[in-house]
């Protein structure tokens, strides 16, 4: 089956898209305490069924490997990642750091290392507090409420229950007959439904959704990969998020077209899925395994 499925008014008043209002945060369906937005159509029911249908002996990976120079989200000033060494063997006896003297130094080799860089590195889930509209963010939390010094108090990604779903890949890559899309092309209503069509799938409240752009197949050029990137339009982010899709990825950086078609937002899906649908997002997802594979669903 494929093209949009019937939703029932009462599943329609769980998702928060039906009920958004431009550029303007929503209170969450699911009370004024909700950290996760349409997380929370997750069940332990959903799980057991998809369990039983999935193969656990066949998994794929669709995360990156952190390397040195690998591209990483800079345009706004923040550090790429970086990986050094805070202890060797050699050094350990040498400087004796923690104090047991140069034989047990020479006995045990002790190695350990530092990470550092900017969360927008390699794939990731961006949580529902990443963007807001003046000052709040989902479900009407404010800066001057629930803001520390450190981190968001509230929407974080410890608040994250395991998702266990049904993935759902849009291979629009496929759909135009070309490896990749074109720089800044606009994934809108008319690529989802055809991808649909096509693929003979249909998002569903509770799934997943991936969209191939075809990104992943220039990794790990930075220049090829950061630059102009294709992705959701506004368009292309509603239906999905009033489809029902619990969680949004893509094999780009950052998911949505770029630079932005709207003058005004220079981040239009970002805001509209985290501030108005309440539907976070995963970033640099390798969805080239599950493309070659010909998986529609996951």
């Not at 069924?49 to 800079?74: C, E, K, N, Q, T």
């Not at 047990?104 to 550092?116: F, I, K, P, R, T």
């Not at 992705?231 to 239906?239: H, I, P, Q, T």
Request: net charge negative; glycine share 10%; aromatic share 8%.
């Amino acid at each position: 089956m494929c093209g949009p499925m019937p939703i029932s008014q009462a599943t329609k008043d769980r998702i928060a898209a039906h009920a958004a209002t431009f550029r303007q945060v929503t209170h969450s369906p699911f009370g004024a305490d909700d950290e996760i937005g349409m997380l929370n159509l997750l069940s332990p029911d959903r799980a057991r069924a998809l369990a039983a249908r999935a193969d656990f002996g066949h998994i794929l990976d669709l995360s990156v490997d952190y390397f040195l120079g690998m591209p990483s989200w800079a345009a706004t000033g923040d550090p790429p990642y970086q990986i050094w060494m805070s202890h060797t063997p050699r050094g350990t006896v040498r400087d004796d750091p923690a104090g047991v003297g140069i034989a047990q130094n020479e006995l045990v080799s002790y190695s350990g290392d530092q990470v550092a860089m900017y969360t927008h590195c390699g794939t990731h889930i961006d949580t529902l507090n990443h963007f807001g509209y003046h000052n709040e963010i989902w479900n009407g939390y404010h800066v001057d409420d629930y803001l520390g010094s450190r981190h968001w108090r509230v929407c974080g990604a410890e608040r994250i229950p395991p998702i266990m779903a049904r993935g759902v890949l849009l291979d629009i890559t496929r759909l135009h007959g070309v490896d990749m899309l074109p720089p800044s092309y606009g994934i809108g209503r008319r690529d989802i439904e055809d991808a649909e069509h096509r693929q003979g799938v249909s998002v569903s409240p509770g799934d997943v959704v991936f969209i191939r752009t075809g990104r992943m197949t220039v990794w790990p050029d930075p220049d090829a990969f950061m630059t102009n990137e294709p992705g959701l339009n506004r368009e292309g982010a509603e239906y999905l998020a009033r489809a029902g899709a619990v969680l949004i990825g893509a094999d780009n950086l950052g998911v949505e077209q770029l630079p932005s078609a709207d003058p005004e937002n220079w981040q239009v899906v970002h805001t509209f899925l985290f501030a108005e649908a309440g539907v976070p997002i995963m970033e640099v997802v390798d969805l080239e395994e599950v493309a070659r594979e010909g998986l529609s669903e996951f």
